[in-house]
């Protein structure tokens, strides 16, 4: 991290005019492009499902679809370090696997669209489709975070968030309430299934899926790398194909291994007293089980020569031994820390939100115009007011700020609580909620960017990114437990008080990047 960014760099006016910057523009469409997916896996197609008369079990399988962007680190280093045949010569790396990416996320709305359920065989077709769109979905993140943090400086990248995070939201309300109000238009009802109004529906949000396509034509390389691509066109594939059979071990392991998970969580419940719990640690090692057999495959593949040595471990080994020497090993940790507890309090809270709303009364419509509308309008303006921060006060100060503010707007849900169905007391608390998140996320985004070593940068951030979120999201499974026991009160308290040595972690982290960025001055003006 430079020590630059840590501080206030730039004027207002600056800070302003950056919202004009062609390279905002185009992390807003790129946004819209990451964000169209994920509805038409999750709330759009179940509904699809539901109307076409799916038993509920089938339908929910379809939300495994999404695991890709859950283990997308798995094959981030190919993004790396992999170059696509033609693609790659003519348009570089970042911009190859961008297309590559779109090309699949369109290629699958369209196999989904022309497949109607009620029809076994395409059924078959339309998972098939929904996989496919999940781990081009995947790749594209994976492809564009690499790509926002190569083109711009640090301080740059919470605005460049914020674009992100407003097209992301749009596309999601595109793909979600527009695809509704699509297939309605076209006369699909519960009651009177129309397959041809999903399948219009889903051609059209193929077509959206062209915004991605346009973006990526009109942005530029961020860096050329040419000389990086050295080996054999038969060693590139060696990876690929060593990639493939890992994959396919992990998944074959966890997937088999559920009956006797399901019973060793059986058995360990009756022990431990505590279900959660127990499902948690069995999980964990199911968990550690496939990964352990899909590292085998990857050492058999070395040993078998399918795969080069040295090319593995670029790929996947250098990427976090450069972390560690960029920062040394206290301050890695230490930041480590940081990434995997920050978000830990809003996380907590957002599980239950939506419960604690119901509770106090407030309707489905309440709910819905208050947090998906209005709620969504204020995590877009606190997303930009975050980028501006950033610019005109460093991504440290803006950091410790809004984990502050984050402990505040968590203790005034306990304002709410007490003034019951009070719809104004509502928007006032979700206002400042998502204000609060939008710039936490930009200033967030904009820290982990700056972590990052562009040699490695598809993996680092693919790593930090599915760190952030694992310790909040485990945590955030006893929401429930939490409330039953202490009442929401109590709930939200926990949830401020656990963000407290937050603040403590972004100071020490500050100075511990300041005199980590001191020590490498001094070697390098001894030198």
Not at 154 to 182: E, P, T
Request: aromatic letters at 14%; glycine letters at 8%; one cysteine or more.
């Amino acid at each position: 991290m430079d020590i630059k960014s840590l501080q206030a760099q730039h004027s207002w006016g600056e800070s302003l005019k950056a919202l004009f910057q062609r390279h905002v523009f185009f992390m807003l469409l790129l946004g819209f492009s990451a964000g169209l997916p994920l509805m038409l896996i999750f709330s759009s197609l179940s509904l699809w499902l539901g109307e076409a008369g799916i038993n509920k079990s089938t339908v929910t399988y379809f939300s495994w679809a999404a695991l890709g962007y859950s283990f997308k680190f798995v094959w981030a280093p190919l993004v790396d370090c992999l170059p696509l045949p033609v693609l790659t010569r003519v348009l570089g790396l970042r911009r190859s696997w961008l297309l590559f990416a779109q090309a699949g996320i369109i290629s699958a709305i369209c196999i989904m669209a022309s497949s109607n359920p009620i029809i076994e065989t395409d059924l078959t077709w339309m998972a098939l489709g929904a996989v496919l769109l999940g781990f081009s979905a995947a790749t594209q993140d994976i492809s564009i975070d690499a790509y926002r943090i190569e083109v711009a400086s640090a301080d740059m990248q919470g605005l460049l968030s914020a674009a992100y995070i407003a097209g992301y939201r749009v596309a999601m309300i595109v793909a979600g309430a527009g695809a509704l109000y699509s297939a309605s238009y076209f006369g699909s009802t519960t009651e009177q299934y129309i397959y041809e109004a999903w399948q219009y529906t889903y051609y059209g949000m193929a077509m959206f899926g062209l915004v991605g396509v346009v973006a990526t034509f009109l942005i530029s390389e961020p860096i050329k790398r040419e000389s990086q691509f050295s080996h054999s066109a038969n060693e590139y594939l060696g990876l690929l194909l060593a990639f493939v059979v890992c994959v396919l071990g992990f998944v074959v392991c966890f997937y088999f291994s559920r009956d006797v998970s399901d019973q060793l969580k059986a058995l360990l419940s009756e022990a431990l007293s505590n279900k959660a719990l127990s499902g948690f640690v069995i999980e964990l090692l199911r968990l550690a089980f496939a990964l352990s057999v899909a590292v085998a495959l990857g050492k058999l593949c070395i040993l078998t020569g399918v795969a080069n040595r040295q090319m593995l471990a670029h790929s996947y080994v250098s990427p976090v031994k450069q972390f560690f020497d960029d920062y040394g090993v206290k301050t890695a940790w230490l930041l480590l820390a940081l990434i995997g507890l920050y978000r830990i309090s809003d996380i907590v809270l957002g599980v239950m939100s939506n419960l604690f709303y119901q509770d106090l009364g407030f309707t489905k419509v309440d709910i819905a115009n208050a947090v998906k509308f209005f709620g969504l309008a204020m995590t877009i303006v606190g997303g930009f007011l975050g980028g501006i921060w950033v610019m005109r006060h460093g991504v440290m100060r803006v950091l410790f700020i809004s984990a502050l503010l984050v402990v505040i707007t968590n203790m005034m849900f306990i304002a709410l609580y007490f003034a019951g169905k009070n719809v104004f007391v509502l928007y006032a608390v979700v206002s400042a909620d998502n204000l609060v998140a939008g710039i936490a996320t930009a200033a967030f985004v904009a820290f982990l960017s700056s972590l990052v070593n562009v040699q490695f940068t598809a993996m680092q951030y693919a790593i930090f990114s599915s760190l952030m979120t694992l310790i909040p999201k485990v945590l955030a499974g006893y929401s429930g437990s939490i409330v039953e026991s202490i009442g929401y009160p109590g709930f939200f308290i926990f949830t401020g008080l656990v963000g407290l040595p937050i603040l403590f972690l972004v100071v020490v982290a500050q100075r511990s990047l300041v005199v980590h960025e001191k020590s490498i001055n001094r070697e390098n003006t001894a030198c």
